[in-house]
């Protein structure tokens, strides 16, 4: 895989606006040194977080709900 310097890209318009505007492309700008399917694994990881994080939070929520409803009684 050949991997591309951040000076590589062509720089557009709306690219110097952004760094203009403030805007920190740099993770943008490392995103487009992978391949599509390197960015599809990569998405398909933090979506894997991201529904062990909600499974996490629920089970929580459902420990202290049945806490408090022997806590009650």
């Given at each position: ?8 890209f ?10 203009k505007?403030?805007?920190d ?24 977080s ?10 929580f929520?459902m ?9 009650a009684?």
């Amino acid at each position: 895989m050949e991997t591309r310097q951040i000076e590589q890209f062509p720089q557009s318009n709306a690219i110097q606006r952004a760094q203009k505007y403030g805007v920190d492309i740099t993770l943008l700008m490392e995103n487009l040194k992978l391949t599509p399917t390197e960015r599809l694994r990569k998405a398909q990881r933090v979506l894997e977080s991201v529904l062990a994080f909600r499974a996490e939070v629920k089970s929580f929520q459902m420990t202290r709900e049945a806490k408090q409803k022997h806590d009650a009684n």
